[in-house]
């Protein structure tokens, strides 16, 4: 680890001045994430810029739905009686992920930004582009079991970056159609939580879209029809305290056996957590039959590329898809 | 040799809980990097991130300079150690790959993760970031670590329990009736305890050294030490009363335990190394990546006709590391045609060590599962297969075993796990969309008395203190040792203190192996015994002694006193003994060892596991849904931490079949989960409710107790009960552990 800087704000104005003004300086939340990564300098900060003491760990209900405040904790977020009654699917996604001293401790903010776990980021001996743009990239035709099998092209259609993010609660954010609120030196703005992650493509050292000093201080999540027919299935390598191989995000509104509208997001299988709006759309108005949920699996893994030691997921995330979709249709 | 009878061996031993067990669980048990020393500094390791080559350049100006350094140490630097080069030192024997390590002595990098540099500073942290900047130049070399690409220069390791083995005539098995060949594969496996490796080194004086260390044996790390740096053994004091978990990791004196005592010398300051967890990968052992072949024949009746077991592992090109991966195929069946091949491959890597189970669990993998692959193939009820094929006798060695209850522990265990619901067909048994299958296998694993000391010391209080340099592992060393000394001499658990893990104590070996019970705890037991006779002589002779007359016979030890068998009312407690004979104190020390029944018998403990397992033929998932672990080891001297060490040992079965996996990256040399997120150990949801089941009858020869090993039969053979009831859910068999969901999917889905 490097030797740094470290301060405490109490405003998010002072949050967001203290990043933006200084090159390499970074928020500090639960610190679940960040201070790994220096532990193993893959990340070296000169500043931390500790946000824990902001106001922003409220979960409140709003006019269209519900605001969860970025420093809102995990454990917090997946125990509170409106999320589990209105967005049972996040608790689901949230309570999958990690251990229960880790999610007491990770914030939504920081849970959105954690990097990916790929191995070779997270050796400096190795080539990886996401750390050190240029240098290769070591899962390609390496261990690449937890690789991605969506979306990893570049501007010449080569892979530059594999990884995926790591998170289950975006799974869950990303399909409930979450708006992202953060703060910046020129004002705030409003990121749909689908824009804020990004594919590796060019620069896959860029994780997402947020700017330089910008603060996320809460996320948004609009009322839904989904409550009774939601389900989050992570497949991992050990029943707790692992990271998916593939996940799935379901969440129907059913008018009898009819399918009226559907959410899905997978996870494990992308740079960025991977909605599926062509899937939903394909599921309007058809009934929420096994057969239909085949279908929908085959429209789901378009595009879908192995790389070798993943291979496995391209059966495996089509398998996931349809029992999640039956457990949800089955779920009230 | 005493007669096992001695024990009271128509009762069981009583339940009594862990004696250090509130120390542990309130902090008071001090582990090696607890220990505060004025003045400490911090020792961290820069590695090699090549797995094969020479430094080309090394800059350390900076680290040097950087705030707190006290001192990098690097091969130009390192003080040279005045024992280590000699004919005795480390590498006496030569190794098959030709190599000598020695760490920071030359510019040869070995493995991946090989020490190159000490950074030493006033803080951990400051150690840390000025590890950092040490950087490091290297003129790259061609690694090899890829075992399957390289079986073919497998050597056959020196020593006659590596050299091939022959009974009758093994190639018959390939005109058996029924014929299996198969091949499995197990990976590298990594202990990874809860606490982290490393050493605390005080001089004291110019040839006086204080060490607190991770070690599995405080008596042999005083040896190296003392043998590094020519000092009389009495002035190497070590000390390990607790450990966080060994597995075998603290089976040895690693070079970097030595560095650090150069280090600590050269400074004239205590040093503390703990090393990291990734660096726990890299340089305190692992358990070796093995590939095997079984081949194996049986006739229409089930009767194996022959088995070949050859196995092939991974070791450093600088040592030989072996382990006893074929010894089970030789003894565990009666099988008349029988051959075994071990063959070593050194590779660019660091040196395996032994790791729970050592050998056997690997071997166990592979021929349990090729068992229950023939008892497919013959359509028969596994357990029938083995009863066809039971060893009344040991067949390697054409003696008897000491005992072997194997048969009704078949018997328990498959009562318990509800083995009738069992369907050999496989696939037959659901729930909802979960398969569910059955599986068992057998384990073994060598039991023997070595040679230990220990003393004991009465007080006139009645309380008791047995001493023993004897460090534990983890096990409940301390509380098997007052349960002993407790059915010889009656007093209290709670009056009973067991010391440990100092080298000042009386000999003891370095725990491992399944033998501390069997070889310390005979020391206390002859100990407690002589102590019992001067104690029951004095009380017959002194005046006024309510057993005048009386033989010593006549007299029987219980809560703390001395009664009269037949008129229990004439009773002393045994404190009022020394009080009437004027001392202060009464104790005993001796010297204890095995004779020759060690050689007229096989000893072997023997276990077998039951697996339940669910398989998600969607998602590829396995758990183990239902465990039972039965243990012929004798007799049972402490029920609870014998079970706790049961239930280790399965969840560590559990890690071996369906999670663990060290991986390495071949273009590298390199590892790509080096740390507890991506390694995955068990957790609590992977571990079901095991039930542990103790046949616990005496051995009849072993030692006076009559109690058998059992921390290593308690792993060895589950992998393959789990593999064997996923065959039975999936009808599908996977033979390269771990059985992680990619690979169920590939077949099932
Ligand atoms: C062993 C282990 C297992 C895990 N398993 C899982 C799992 O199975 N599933 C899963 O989803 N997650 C898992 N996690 C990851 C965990 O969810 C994240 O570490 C956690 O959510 C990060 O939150 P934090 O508050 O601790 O972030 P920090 O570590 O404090 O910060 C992470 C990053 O976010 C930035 N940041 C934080 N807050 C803000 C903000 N308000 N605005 C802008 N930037 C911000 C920081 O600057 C930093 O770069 C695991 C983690 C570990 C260590
Ligand atoms: S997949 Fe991405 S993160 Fe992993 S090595 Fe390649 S570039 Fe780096």
Redesign the interface.
Known sequence: ???FQYVRVTTPKAAVAAVTKENNSLFLAGGTNLIDLMK??VMSPEKLVDINKLPLNTIEKTATGLRIGALAKNTAVAEHELVRKSFPLLSMALNAGA?PQLRNMATVGGNMMQRT?C??F??T??PCNKREPGSGC?AI???N?MHAIFGTESSDRSSKCIAVHPSDMCIALVALDATVLVSGSKGERRIPFIDFHRLPGDAPEKDNTLQKGELIMAVDLPNNPFADHSHY?K?????????A?VSVGAALNLKGNTIQEARLAMGGVSHKPWRLTEVEQFLRGKPATEATFRQAADVAMKGAKGYG?ND?KL??AP??L??ALKTAAKNA | MPDPKLMKNDEKSPAINRVDGRLKVTGGAKYFAEFEIPGTTYCVLVTSTIARGSIASMETKKAEGAPGVLAVFTNLNLPKIPGLNTPEGNNAKKPSGGETYQMLTDKKILFAGQPIAMVIADTLERAQYAATLVKTTYSKQPHQTDLEKHKAKGVMPQGERNADYKRGNPDTYKTAPVVLEASYTLPIEVHNPMELHGILVNWTADDQVMIYAKTQGVQMTQKAVAKAFKLDEKNVHVHTEFMGGGFGMGLKTWPQEIAVVAAAKKLRKPVKLVVSRDQMFTMVGHRPYTTQTISMGADKAGKLVGIVHEATAETASYEDFTESTVGMTKFIYDCPNVSTTYRIVPLDRGVPIWMRGPGEATGAFALESAMDEMAAKLNLDPIEFRLRNYAETDPEKNRPFSSKHLKEAYQLGADKIGWSKRKNEPGALRDGEWLIGYGMSSGTFNASRGQASAKVILNQDGSLVIQSAVTDIGPGTGTAMVSIAHDVLGIPVGRIKFEMGDTTLPKAPTQGGSTITSTVGSAVYDTCTALKTSLAALAIAQGNSPFMGSKAEDLVFEDGMIQLKGDRKKKLPVGDVLKANNLPTLDRALDSKGGPEQETYSMYSFSVHFAEVRVNPVTGVVRVSNAVSVADSGRIVSPKTAASQMIGGVTGGIGMALTEEAVLDHRFGRLVNNNLADYHVPVSADVPHIDTIFIDKPDPYINPMGAKGMGEIALIGFAAAVANAVYNATGQRIRDLPITPDKVIKRVA
């Open positions: 680890m490097n030797q193993r300098n251990s776990r191995g070779y997270y050796d001996a190795m070591g035709g390496g261990y079991r299935l497949v991992r390598d050990r029943a707790s305290y692992a990271f191989l030691e496995f059966t495996m398998n996931t349809i029992d």
